[in-house]
């Protein structure tokens, strides 16, 4: 786990199993006293340096997606899609990404939807294009998958929208219409408010369409933002966003500064030394 909590009656004695247990270069993320009858608690969350380093590298969302078109040669638009449970924010995450300037807004975008299930869907994403004035195709198998992104031709970047699944995609002709474009990033997006266990549990029911990224959304549905490293950690994917409100396209954000922030990085060094003192 990314984040360890100690608890004890004294700031000394705290500190020092931080030291024990994560040794003396430990970042402290949170550190909270409650008093209590008879006295107070001490609580200090902390985490490994080596650790929040490896989670640094790890959420470069844009270097992972350079490394990987670097190794393929398509010919036409950039596909990129969102997967992942019902109520996640997917079709909202797709118009942030087209829109804003932190996306691809700079860029000629074409959306393609997969999700001819949901009841609404297709009107929803229908008229986010009207509104923003760019093209949308819908696609019901791999043939019409394949036909949609031919009429895309002329667009740099095609962003998929995809039904509602978490524990499992199956053998559904979504699946199979998303494998069959081949996407350069599959971005597994998750709601703040998730569980660390249930992340884990919706990246491997996805895998079989191979997700590259996490975009973790609503994070403006949490009360903290202290979560959101343990749900990248969890998630084991790099992050070129996170999604902060319903707005569009204001509410994308990078994802690397804000979730490095929700660990307090940058007053970690400071407080390196404070530990090391003891």
């Given amino acids: 786990m990314l984040l360890e909590t100690f608890r004890g009656s004294e700031l000394r004695e705290v500190l020092a199993r931080v030291r024990r247990a994560l040794g003396d270069d430990a970042m402290l993320v949170r550190t909270q006293v409650t008093r209590r009858p008879g006295g107070h608690e001490v609580e200090v969350v902390a985490a490994r340096a080596a650790d929040v380093e490896q989670l640094r590298l790890r959420l470069d969302g844009a270097r992972a997606a350079a490394l990987r078109a670097e190794g393929r040669k398509r010919l036409g638009p950039y596909v990129l899609a969102m997967v992942g449970p019902s109520g996640a924010g997917k079709t909202t995450a797709c118009m942030k990404v087209a829109l804003s300037p932190a996306g691809v807004a700079h860029r000629k975008v074409g959306l393609l ?166």
């Fill in 113 to 278: 939807t997969l999700d001819t299930y949901r009841v609404g869907a297709l009107d929803e994403i229908q008229t986010y294009a009207e509104i923003a004035e760019l093209p949308v195709e819908v696609a019901y198998s791999a043939d019409d998958a394949l036909g949609a992104l031919e009429r895309l031709r002329d667009r740099e970047v095609v962003l998929v929208d995809t039904p509602g699944r978490g524990y499992g995609a199956g053998s559904a002709e979504w699946v199979s219409a998303l494998l069959a474009l081949d996407p350069d990033e599959v971005h597994l997006v998750v709601p703040a408010g998730a569980r660390p266990g249930v992340v884990r549990a919706l990246a491997r029911g996805l895998a079989g369409v191979a997700p590259t990224h996490v975009l973790l959304s609503k994070l403006d549905e949490t009360p903290s933002d202290l979560p959101l490293a343990a749900l990248a950690d969890a998630a084991g994917l790099p992050a070129r966003w996170v999604s902060a409100g319903p707005e569009v396209p204001s509410a994308l954000l990078p994802a690397g500064p804000r979730i490095l922030a929700s660990v307090g990085l940058e007053a970690a060094e400071a407080d390196r030394a404070a530990l090391a003192a003891g």
